[in-house]
């Protein structure tokens, strides 16, 4: 009989080190569990969701909605392609593509602008760029250049070389030998980060309307602070909306791409 595999205490380490984490975090936070359960925190609960019924129907206020949907939609598309290519033009150094020196700039570079959350990115640029979309886009586009730019550089430095050797051996020049052998492996699952990251941008477009980038967002504050229940649940209702549209469609497209 072969002789049985040797245990892996690293492995008993680790568990038990996120369990003793776990406890530790649930003992170290305030949790009122009895009061947020409590008959009074629940029929407050429900009185405030009660103020919400019946959404808004009016015409006039579901065109206002609709026109506040295509332009969340718009900055969450303009920022997803927007960092696809910022992102791709750093995935390149960061890979390792244009030569070892400057692959450490390059990460670094991407870990400053994946670390500063999209909130923190428009409050800066709308002192630039003002109240509206646009700050809300440029938030958009330098957060998830962050994010898709590692993401592109680990798929990178995933793909198999031996295409690209064999090109380069053959007299290829470096360039075609990459376009051609290693960037198609690659572009199906950078394809599907991008689509992944638009589905995020969507509910961030959303949220960036809070601090006044437009869109539903700006809509939910502004109806939300006058207290107009019936309003904030229309809107609340077209984020649902367009949040399902977009994670169905982004769903049957990396279907598409993966068959």
């Known amino acids: 009989m072969p002789p049985p595999p040797p245990r892996s205490y690293g492995t008993l380490l680790l568990l038990a080190a996120l369990a003793l984490l776990v406890v530790a975090s649930f003992a170290s936070l305030p949790l009122q569990w009895s009061a947020f359960l409590a008959p009074e925190a629940l029929g407050s609960a429900a009185e405030f969701l009660s103020g919400f019924a019946p959404p808004e129907t009016s015409p006039a206020f579901l065109r206002k909605c609709a026109a506040a949907l295509l332009e969340t939609l718009a900055m969450s598309a303009v920022g997803t392609l927007l960092a696809a290519a910022g992102g791709l033009a750093l995935a390149l150094p960061a890979a390792g593509r244009l030569g070892a020196a400057m692959r450490p700039p390059a990460r670094a570079l991407l870990n400053v602008l994946r670390s500063i959350p999209e909130l923190v990115w428009a409050a800066l640029l709308l002192v630039a760029a003002g109240l509206g979309p646009f700050a809300g ?123």
């Open 137 to 259: 886009t440029l938030a958009l586009a330098a957060h998830t250049t962050g994010v898709l730019g590692r993401l592109f550089a680990d798929a990178l430095e995933n793909v198999e070389p031996l295409a690209e050797a064999t090109l380069r051996t053959n007299g290829a020049a470096p360039l075609a030998a990459f376009l051609y052998a290693t960037l198609p492996q690659a572009l199906p699952q950078m394809l599907s980060y991008t689509l992944y990251r638009w589905e995020n941008n969507i509910r961030a477009a959303a949220v960036l309307g809070v601090v006044g980038a437009g869109g539903l967002g700006q809509m939910l504050k502004y109806h939300l602070s006058l207290f107009q229940m019936q309003s904030a649940a229309t809107v609340v209702i077209a984020m649902l909306l367009l949040v399902a549209l977009v994670d169905a469609l982004s769903f049957a497209l990396r279907r598409a791409l993966t068959r």
